[in-house]
């Protein structure tokens, strides 16, 4: 697959989008500018790669709107060299959004087949996340604590072992909610027990499943 200039147009076509829908951290747009989302996608769906809509990619899952992305992205506030724990690797799309940021991720998967898939086109455009095939309930205790910890999959309650795996002074976003749609939070740990929420409305995700295989 390549990056072409029409690629490149689209790109822009789609940050001009985003901005208008509240997108304003400089940081994350040049990140969507970088990154080529159609490499994300299957072949078929090169063409609407740049479109505000999500994509089925593989095992029942979907890559998330650009515009959620963009969005999470932001309310995390990425600086360079944060150490960032993604849970829900999917397409890679957002890992690599976070490596152009130039974040150190670790993200988790629990579907082998999205977990290699991603690492195959992660690899390719010269990422350096790194990836672990696993349940995201348990996050990664061996490589805590991180500086941010984002939950890309909707997630039926907040996992303590993610909380216990935040920074003090660290944050969390995560999707939280049973049905089919979820609130978007943003949880400031200001100690090892005090935590501080903050709601940011409506999102639908792919739910957070543990991990049976
Ligand atoms: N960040 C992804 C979003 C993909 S959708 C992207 O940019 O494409 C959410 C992903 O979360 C799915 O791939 C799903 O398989 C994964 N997921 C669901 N429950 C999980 C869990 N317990 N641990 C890790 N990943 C999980």
Do not use: W
């Not at 990056?3 to 040049?30: A, N, P, S």
């Not at 990154?35 to 089925?56: G, S, W």
């Not at 932001?74 to 130039?102: H, N, P, R, W, Y």
């Not at 943003?186 to 409305?201: A, C, V, W």
Request: proline content about 4%; overall charge neutral.
């Amino acid at each position: 697959m390549q990056d072409t200039f029409k690629h490149k147009g689209l790109r822009r076509i789609l940050i001009d989008e985003l901005r208008t829908k509240g997108i304003v951290q400089e940081k994350v747009l040049e990140a969507f500018d970088s990154v080529p989302r159609h490499f994300f996608l299957d072949l078929a769906f090169e063409k609407q790669a740049y479109t505000n809509i999500a994509f089925q990619i593989g095992a029942g899952q979907t890559i998330s709107h650009p515009f959620t992305v963009a969005f999470q992205t932001q309310l995390l506030d990425i600086q360079k060299g944060d150490k960032v724990l993604e849970i829900g690797t999917g397409s890679g799309f957002q890992t690599a959004i976070l490596c152009a940021m130039g974040a150190k991720v670790f993200s988790i998967e629990r579907q082998r087949e999205l977990f290699i898939k991603a690492k195959h086109i992660i690899d390719k455009l010269k990422f350096n996340p790194k990836l672990y095939f696993g349940d995201g309930y348990k996050g990664r205790a061996i490589d805590a604590p991180f500086d941010k910890v984002l939950v890309t999959c909707g997630a039926p309650f907040i996992p303590q072992d993610l909380l216990n795996q935040l920074k003090v002074g660290g944050v969390m976003v995560i999707p939280v909610g049973e049905g089919a749609i979820q609130e978007m939070k943003r949880i400031y740990k200001l100690s090892e027990t005090e935590f501080q929420t903050e709601n940011f409305g409506d999102f639908s995700f792919v739910p957070m499943l543990e991990n049976t295989k």
